[in-house]
Nanobody, 122 residues
């Protein structure tokens, strides 16, 4: 049983930065990957970034490459998403996920957090 809790969301101005934090409770060796997804109202959930817990391998969505940075602290069971130069299209609920494969597909993640809202306004 794994529980994920996100924090760090908020309302910012376009161009600002924001860091999201995900604490993974009850992680085991089978939950070898962590990821961030986002979902705007009325839209499907989209992949943002993923990371391997052991090797640290990273996979970014095209929308995140160059502006977002995913990282993790193994000793703290924590995953981060550093978001820079935020744009209005980044406005969404951001969800942390854990699974057994570094992937951009929701099907590879069995555990999800409740989400944290990010709103970028001009």
């Amino acid at each position: 049983q794994v529980k994920l809790v996100e924090s760090g969301g908020g309302q910012v101005q376009v161009g600002d930065s924001l860091t999201l934090t995900c604490t993974v409770h009850g992680r085991s060796s089978s939950t070898s990957a962590a990821a961030w997804f986002r979902q705007a109202p009325g839209e499907e959930r989209d992949f943002v970034a993923a990371i391997s817990w052991i090797g640290g391998g990273i996979y970014y969505a095209n929308s995140a490459t160059g502006r977002f940075t995913i990282s993790r602290d193994i000793t703290k069971n924590t995953v981060y998403l550093q978001m820079d130069r935020l744009q209005p299209d980044d406005t969404a609920a951001y969800y942390c996920a854990a699974g057994n494969k570094v992937s951009g597909s929701e099907g590879h993640y069995d555990y999800w957090g409740q989400g944290t809202q990010v709103t970028a306004t001009s």
